[in-house]
């Protein structure tokens, strides 16, 4: 018996005004040339162009003399092939080359979709029955890169959703921290992912048990020294290098509305997107909350699972997840740890979906089973969308399936409270299909998720629409687990 749907009216679509100031670059000899161009500039010459190029975007980007001190830095180092002293040159100088090294990059120019839900940490000021909430998005511009962004609403005591008008000035992080790692476990992460040439001994020889970013790249730089390193070699320590890039923190200001943080690719691994981010509200045994977000990093190569933790959405620290069964897509953390352990539900295989536990967050060396294909919609692969959400009846998973046509939808299992492991009741059909205007995007026939939140005895799903919009619906939740009681 198919589940009450209620599509809500309110629907996100990909806006190109939103954009960010990056670092621009096209190689050393452009760059070379661009700089001694500036220099013939006469003082008044630079000193109009400046102005012409802040009166143009001042008021688009927040402190941008900021980010032309910061990209003047990034290309410092030509200047000793300048014979020139950069600490000599004036401000309004350094301001002007290093507006020539950045560009405005539109961040969901493309699409605006795959969202997932958690409450707020700020719940003050709200009467009976409302809940204010955070919606991440996967936002994609120019060349298909993937962003994570946000937008802060409130769902009132009818489940009726309303979005705080997003502020004008998006912005990169302020701050960027290297994490220091252990010398086994980064080893371990590169056995992982195949890097296992010798040559990765003889860069790890080269540093104590504990190390820091600055410290591999002086090892790194010591080995490359030998010239005779083949080029699959120089290959491998560029590997190396990709692996201890995936770790780092980041800031935004106080200043900044939540709808203004962009999450932008910061290392190698993830240079070409920050995909499917699947939020969850994890509550730990002590009672102490955290934010932590499960997702897949790009290159255009290879993919690289990553979780994100944040307390307040201000701060966040982002490493590598490890271990055999954290090395595919679509990995969903559960909201509490389940017998003292961390639960996680995940794809290893491609196909079906398993579950994992773990004494360590970011370490997960064992999976079993948890659900094959059985239907028709589903026969293809199947996935979660989003992290299981604990009920008085049990564990509720909604899950996705790929059919014919490569027609995702969603679907629903529900895992035995005490032993997740379990699954005691499943949908035979599907609980949701792309609609006729939902199937028409980028990528046609798909509707997918990354996270739901029950409230007001309903399950509200965010949803992407065919990885170009998106919008929510909202479903009965006894409703919907009596119909996956009556399937077990």
Known sequence: MPVTINRKSIVFYPDPRRTIARFYYKGDENAIQVIRNVL??????????????????????RRITQVFEANFKNIRHLFDKLDEDPEKLPVDTRLLIGSYFTHEYS???????NPSIVEHPDQYGLTEGQKRIIVSFRATGEGHISSLVFREGIIDADNNLSFTDPGELDEMPEEVKRTVYNKKAFARKLDEMNIRKNIVDIVLSKLKNEFIYGDLQAAIAETLKDVTLTPTKRK?????????DSHYEITFS???ALSERVIFPISYSES????????VRFTDENGEVNYFATYTAYNGYTILPKLISTKDFYHFKVCPLNGKYAQNKDLALFPRKIKGKYAMVGRYDGMNNYIMFSDNINLWKEARLLQKPKFPWEFIQIGNSGSPIETKEGWLLITHGVGPMRRYSLGAILLDLDDPAKVIGHLKHTLMVPN???????VPNVIYSCGSIIHNNELIIPYGMSDYASSFVTIPVQELLEELKDNH
């Open 254 to 256: 106080l200043d900044t």
């Open 436 to 442: 006729k205007k939902e199937r028409e995007g980028y």
């Open 236 to 244: 491998v320590i560029q590997e190396i290098n990709w692996v201890a």
């Open 107 to 113: 961040v969901e120019a493309a699409a605006y979709f």
């Open 40 to 61: 013939l500039l006469s003082p008044q010459e630079v000193y109009f162009e400046l102005q012409q190029v802040l009166r143009d975007h001042s008021t688009r980007h």
């Open 272 to 279: 070409n997107g920050i995909e499917d981010a699947r939020f």
